[in-house]
């Protein structure tokens, strides 16, 4: 998901605009939105993007600022316990212990 807020910044609101394409690394568009010009122009919008994988983000246009966040669906890492070291202190007998 993708979200993204657009501000002017001129007094003339017909110079703004902005575009925010998604796209896959073969340069496939997945996702496009945009402020202004064949957009609407509200200021926040967001793009959900039902795809797992890499994605790029390209940002184009003239007289904006805009702020966006990225948010993945990916879950926190599961944790796998893992026996800790143990030190032996006794003989090995042949054919047993570390080599």
Known sequence: MFSFTVQSNVTNPLLVWAKLTVSDPWQRVI???GYSRVY???ETKT???YREGIHYL???GE???VDYSIKTGD???EITP???YQYY???WSEGEGPY
């Open 63 to 65: 007289f904006a600022s």
């Open 82 to 84: 893992t026996p800790g």
């Open 58 to 60: 390209m940002i184009e």
């Open 40 to 42: 609407s122009s509200e």
């Open 31 to 33: 996702a496009e939105d």
């Open 47 to 49: 793009i959900m993007v």
């Open 89 to 91: 202190e006794g003989e």
């Open 75 to 77: 879950p926190a890492p």
